[in-house]
């Protein structure tokens, strides 16, 4: 693998192909890691300690954090790519994943009430991961048959990811969104899926799928209803695209589950980076 100084000489094609991200963004990650280590390293001194020991440059790695993101190899591999130890590898990559959850983050929720926009998305997507050792019951998803951890995305109208929120397999669409301290303002347009049937309680202003009862059929009005929300939708879906170009949210989930959150909100803030950019 070659080092950011070698790879930022690659074509833009090729390196947005390899870390998920334009070289402006990555250049622009890289600026803001330095300058917030630099306020840490001011604040507290003692955090300089063996830093120029480091194999690595603060720029590597950033790219070893994000390539693993992007390909989702396993440590021994990437520490192959990279040259270095696995154990030095999972430390590196420990260390930045927390840096740039810090660097780069959602928008504030409460800044959605001060600055509501007109509409809303809201989508739950499934990932599998590995069977559980213990409490296998709860994460098990009867939609896929087998283990998984839910996430609920709630995006506005230009595809920017406002909030993302992590359940258990087992759990109800509707349920995750009844428990999760998203803040949705009463005046902003809130669009779902059918699984969100009786969202009109929690929040007037909102449109689902009108399901189809038993032993009738839906009126055209109905299905013309349907396939109008369906358009606006979509949107949800090109962003929940977006989110699973970095493959770590899209396979099966190797790591820890009490780090699954921490792991969306930095996949989620890399696409958001990623869309201001388009």
Same mark, same amino acid.
């Given at each position: 693998?070659?080092?950011?100084?070698?790879?930022?000489?690659?074509?833009?094609?090729?390196?947005?192909?390899?870390? &998920?991200?334009?070289?402006?963004?990555?250049?622009? @990650?890289?600026?803001?890691?330095?300058?917030?280590?630099?306020?840490?390293?001011?604040?507290?001194?003692?955090?300089?300690?063996?830093?120029?020991?480091?194999?690595?440059?603060?720029?590597?790695?950033?790219?070893?954090t994000i390539y693993y993101l992007r390909h989702y190899p396993t440590f021994i591999n990437l520490a192959d790519v990279f040259e270095i130890s696995e154990s030095y590898c999972h430390?590196?990559?420990?260390?930045?994943?927390?840096?740039? *959850?810090?660097?780069? *983050?959602?928008?504030?929720?409460?800044?959605?009430?001060?600055?509501?926009?007109?509409?809303?998305?809201?989508?739950?997507?499934?990932?599998?991961?590995?069977?559980?050792?213990?409490?296998?019951?709860?994460?098990?998803? &009867?939609?896929?048959?087998?283990?998984?951890?839910?996430?609920?995305?709630?995006?506005?109208?230009? &595809?920017?990811?406002?909030?993302?929120?992590?359940?258990k397999g087992k759990q109800h669409d509707f349920s995750i969104f009844k428990e999760s301290d998203v803040l949705i303002p009463k005046d902003s347009e809130l669009l779902a899926d059918?699984?969100?049937? &009786?969202?009109?309680?929690?929040?007037?202003?909102? @449109?689902?799928?009108?399901?189809?009862?038993?032993?009738?059929?839906? *009126?055209?009005?109905?299905?013309?209803?349907?396939?109008? @929300?369906?358009?606006?939708?979509?949107?949800?879906?090109?962003?929940?695209r977006l989110c699973k170009i970095f493959r770590i949210v899209k396979e099966v989930f190797r790591g820890k589950h009490k780090n699954y959150g921490l792991t969306w909100r930095l996949?989620?803030?890399?696409?958001?980076?990623?869309?201001?950019?388009?």
């Amino acid at each position: 693998m070659k080092k950011y100084q070698e790879i930022k000489a690659d074509t833009p094609e090729t390196f947005k192909r390899m870390t &998920g991200l334009s070289k402006d963004n990555f250049q622009y @990650l890289c600026d803001k890691t330095e300058t917030y280590i630099e306020e840490e390293n001011q604040r507290n001194p003692l955090k300089k300690r063996g830093l120029k020991k480091s194999k690595l440059s603060p720029e590597d790695g950033i790219l070893l954090t994000i390539y693993y993101l992007r390909h989702y190899p396993t440590f021994i591999n990437l520490a192959d790519v990279f040259e270095i130890s696995e154990s030095y590898c999972h430390k590196i990559y420990s260390r930045y994943v927390k840096i740039l *959850t810090q660097v780069e *983050t959602l928008p504030n929720r409460k800044k959605l009430l001060e600055n509501p926009p007109d509409t809303l998305i809201i989508d739950v997507t499934e990932q599998p991961i590995e069977r559980p050792v213990k409490s296998q019951k709860p994460y098990y998803s &009867g939609k896929k048959k087998r283990h998984t951890v839910k996430v609920q995305i709630l995006s506005n109208a230009i &595809g920017e990811i406002l909030a993302v929120d992590c359940a258990k397999g087992k759990q109800h669409d509707f349920s995750i969104f009844k428990e999760s301290d998203v803040l949705i303002p009463k005046d902003s347009e809130l669009l779902a899926d059918s699984g969100y049937q &009786g969202l009109n309680k929690y929040h007037k202003n909102s @449109l689902i799928p009108i399901k189809k009862k038993k032993d009738k059929s839906l *009126t055209y009005e109905d299905k013309a209803h349907n396939k109008k @929300l369906s358009k606006r939708r979509i949107l949800i879906e090109n962003v929940n695209r977006l989110c699973k170009i970095f493959r770590i949210v899209k396979e099966v989930f190797r790591g820890k589950h009490k780090n699954y959150g921490l792991t969306w909100r930095l996949v989620a803030a890399l696409v958001n980076l990623r869309c201001r950019s388009i």
